[in-house]
């Protein structure tokens, strides 16, 4: 799968943050989940459940290898958009190779972990970058590399993301604040007697010359 350049990546989810979702309760209900994984005998990227066989699951494969996929496992859910923007299946075979799965609860589509036991921003980073997106600032602190000498071609590619996100959620911000001091601090109207007097006097002689 080739990265997304980052320039064409949209800005959508910067400010998203997770959220807590007890995945033990409403499955079916009120969420689904779609999740893909390398098939056991000829590595392509299918979606299923844990125990499917990749002929019964995709119509015309003749291959008996197994599929895996439990869906999530850890209690969050990182929202990436609603669901007539996103393709679950096609989304989840983006990202078969991270230990995450596409979740739908109701209208709002996003992540969940598949896995854990250790820190995967790097991992949920890059989920939202192959699916389109600039990663959420909220995960913009990655954390370093353990007994890394150079960053790899991927890793470079997640801190440049990362850093876009961050430069887009500054400018934002630079440009609120202006459009608040232009707003509320504009310099007040002086109201000192010879002022009002002179208005006074200039209302006066306006009123004179209409007679």
């Given amino acids: 799968m080739s990265r997304p350049t980052i320039c064409i990546l949209r800005p959508a989810c910067i400010d998203a ?5 007890d995945w033990t309760k409403g499955y079916g209900d009120t969420w689904e989940y779609t999740e893909a994984s390398r098939c ?3 590595a392509e990227a299918v979606v299923g459940r844990e125990g499917d066989q990749h002929c019964e699951v995709v119509d015309g494969s003749t291959c008996s290898g197994s599929i895996g996929g439990e869906g999530p496992m850890m209690n969050y859910f990182y929202p990436i958009g609603v669901r007539d923007d996103v393709h679950s299946d096609e989304a989840a075979k983006v990202i078969v190779d991270l230990p995450l799965c596409i979740v739908t609860i109701e209208d709002d589509v996003g992540l969940a972990l598949t896995g854990g036991g250790m820190n995967l921003t790097w991992e949920i980073c890059e989920a939202h970058m192959l699916l389109g997106y600039l990663p959420p600032v909220h ?7 353990a007994e890394a000498t150079s960053m790899t071609p991927k890793q470079r590619w997640i801190v440049a993301g990362c850093l876009r996100a961050l430069t ?8 609120q604040a202006a459009r ?14 010879l002022v009002i007097e002179a208005r006074k006097a200039k209302r006066d002689r306006r009123a004179h010359t209409e007679i």
């Fill in 139 to 145: 995960f913009a602190n990655l954390p370093a590399m």
């Fill in 17 to 21: 943050k997770p959220r807590i979702v």
């Fill in 168 to 175: 887009v959620t500054a400018t934002r911000a630079r440009n």
């Fill in 180 to 193: 608040l001091r232009e707003r509320f601090h504009k310099k007040p109207v002086e109201r000192t007697p």
């Fill in 40 to 42: 056991s005998a000829c």
